[in-house]
């Protein structure tokens, strides 16, 4: 099954027009697409089934409450399969029955170890101050961050650990990457390295696939477990003003073996 990754296209500033990649079967949205959420509206009526996770930045000066049901209407409104703390099967045109699990898995801090979180979250305050967002009413704040980082792990895990179902193969589809081998290398790691990967590299042996968006750069590796790996994708486009942007390949498709 061949999949085409798009994240962090940040359509509330940038130029960009999306087209369909040949051979695709799904297109998978990774978050950040546009935190005005207008521009979802270029992949209604698209070839092939949209599936998108949130990003950090679709919740901008909104309060989380009531976002996620007005995003998940205006997704419905377009065709675009949503996917927060769910789960989705698909069957390719080959038969490969495929299991996606999608979550938004916000930062949780912990990417250094419970010692380092609270340096941590001292460094998230620039990103609080960026999103503007609120949550029953409070300061999205780090602890609030936390809070809900952590309700997304734990449904996570519980899907990654469930015996074996009806599929084949299983990609996980979260935002905030999976693991610090994820950090952009023009700033390797340091304490706001928290605020975009999480350690879930107890998790990644139970998938046969990782795509996450948030980092601006594009990853492409393999976790090697045991007799098997696990691969991880990042196709995130970022701001040209940035140069992140250069060499970018908005039609480029991971393949599920």
């Known amino acids: 099954m061949r999949l085409q990754l798009l994240s962090d296209l940040h359509l509330e500033t940038e130029d960009f027009t999306a087209q369909a990649a040949m051979g695709a079967e799904l297109l998978v949205l990774a978050g950040d697409i546009d935190s ?13 089934p949209v599936l998108f996770v949130a990003g950090n930045h679709e919740f901008d000066r909104r309060e989380l409450n009531d976002a996620w049901p007005l995003l998940r209407q205006r997704c419905e409104s377009l065709g675009i399969t949503l996917l927060e703390q769910q789960s989705w099967c698909f069957t390719s045109s080959s ?10 898995r916000w930062c949780d801090f912990d990417t250094f170890g419970p010692a380092q979180r609270a340096k941590a979250q001292r460094a998230a305050g620039y990103f609080v101050k960026v999103m503007q967002a609120t949550h029953h009413g409070q300061v999205f704040d ?6 809900e980082a952590l309700r997304c792990k734990s449904w996570l895990t519980q899907e990654l650990q469930q015996p074996t179902g009806d599929w084949d193969r299983t990609v996980v589809i979260t935002h905030y990457a999976p693991s610090i081998k994820s950090a952009d290398p023009r700033y390797g790691q340091q304490p706001t390295s928290a605020s975009f990967c999480n350690a879930d590299d107890d998790l990644l042996p139970l998938a046969d696939l990782w795509l996450h968006g948030h980092l601006h750069c594009r990853h492409d590796y393999r976790v090697d477990h045991n007799c098997t790996s696990t691969r991880v994708a990042c ?4 701001h040209a003003h940035k140069g992140e942007t250069d060499h970018y390949d908005g039609q480029r498709v991971v393949e599920v073996l």
């Open 95 to 104: 038969g490969l029955r495929v299991r996606f699990l999608g979550t938004i």
């Open 142 to 147: 780090p602890e609030a961050v936390r809070a």
């Open 235 to 238: 196709n995130a486009r970022g």
């Open 36 to 48: 005005s959420w207008a521009g979802l509206s270029q992949f209604a009526n698209w070839p092939v």
